[in-house]
T-cell receptor, first 115, second 112 residues
Framework: AQTVTQSQPEMSVQEAETVTLSCTYD???????LFWYKQPPSRQMILVIR??????QNATENRFSVNFQKAAKSFSLKISDSQLGDAAMYFCAYRGNNAGNMLTFGGGTRLMVKP | EPEVTQTPSHQVTQMGQEVILRCVPISNHLYFYWYRQILGQKVEFLVSFYNNEISEKSEIFDDQFSVERPDGSNFTLKIRSTKLEDSAMYFC??????????FGPGTRLTVT
């Protein structure tokens, strides 16, 4: 079974600075997808960024980018120019190619942004 | 932009009662999911549904749980006899043929 590990329960960053959230995963599959979801206090799950494992190029969405290291099974999220609205729980998620294509989530990292 | 919707936003029920949580997936989506998140914990997969049948379920999804797509638009999760430990946020998600899942805003279930 796949597992996703987020080793940082909490992180803090100064407004306008850069922060990196870590995620590692364990899988025997070669084709899969990785995601970062943001969960603000409203608890809505918001997709931040996605990465296909077959793509070598790291995904980027505005201030959000990933560092995908397939051999190391690592998928970190970098947030540049942090804003107060970035404060939330961030979940890393894995999707393989099983019948249900469900997501397996990590335990989350709470990001605090200091003004 | 189309959204997944869920009702109610908050449901309070007594232990042993049946509850039905409702979801309206995005209209052209083909795959449907339920997840739950106990307060302070990770999001856990419950069940996936495709072509009017369950395609996969987790060990959490025991005989107390069932899912239905009764009318081609709604997707429901029923818990037959709720327990205290069923208190959680329940998220519905849907996706088209592509791999990206879209989540609803969640239903907070409180079992007293």
């Amino acid at each position: 079974a796949q597992t996703v590990t987020q080793s940082q329960p909490e992180m803090s960053v100064q407004e306008a600075e850069t922060v990196t959230l870590s995620c590692t995963y364990d899988t025997s599959e070669s084709d899969y997808y990785l995601f970062w979801y943001k969960q603000p206090p409203s608890r809505q799950m918001i997709l931040v960024i996605r990465q296909e494992a077959y793509k070598q190029q790291n995904a980027t969405e505005n201030r959000f980018s990933v560092n995908f290291q397939k051999a190391a099974k690592s998928f970190s999220l970098k947030i540049s120019d942090s804003q107060l609205g970035d404060a939330a729980m961030y979940f890393c998620a894995y999707r393989g190619n099983n019948a249900g294509n469900m997501l397996t989530f990590g335990g989350g990292t709470r990001l605090m942004v200091k003004p | 932009e189309p959204e997944v919707t869920q009702t109610p936003s908050h449901q309070v029920t007594q232990m042993g009662q049946e509850v039905i949580l409702r979801c309206v997936p995005i209209s052209n989506h083909l795959y449907f999911y339920w997840y739950r998140q106990i307060l302070g914990q990770k999001v856990e997969f419950l069940v996936s549904f495709y072509n009017n049948e369950i395609s996969e379920k987790s060990e959490i999804f025991d005989d107390q749980f069932s899912v239905e797509r009764p009318d081609g638009s709604n997707f429901t999760l029923k818990i037959r006899s709720t327990k205290l430990e069923d208190s959680a946020m329940y998220f519905c998600a849907s996706r088209p043929l592509s791999y990206e899942q879209y989540f609803g805003p969640g239903t907070r279930l409180t079992v007293t």
